[in-house]
């Protein structure tokens, strides 16, 4: 049997870094509810599942690509 790995849990600036994403557009993504976060840290920062949010902005980029309103991605993704 294999262990579960730990979740990989990544700042908003690392998960910005890693995607090439701005810090501006994960935290609207966020705000309106398209990229949830997992938690929050002592200080209120934001923490991103590295495996699960990478996939999540991979999708958004997808649908955008196919003209899609941020409307239209809610709807498909909620």
């Known amino acids: 049997m294999s262990k579960k790995q730990p ?3 990544l700042r908003i600036g690392e998960f910005a870094k890693a995607t090439g994403a701005r810090i501006s557009t994960i935290k609207w993504y966020s705000e309106i509810g398209i990229l949830p976060f997992e938690q929050a840290g002592a200080r209120l920062t934001r ?3 590295k495996e699960k949010a990478i996939r999540r902005l991979k999708k958004i980029r997808r649908f955008q690509e196919q003209g899609l309103s941020v409307e239209e991605i809610r709807k498909w993704l909620v």
């Open 7 to 9: 979740k990989k849990l």
């Open 47 to 49: 923490r991103y599942d």
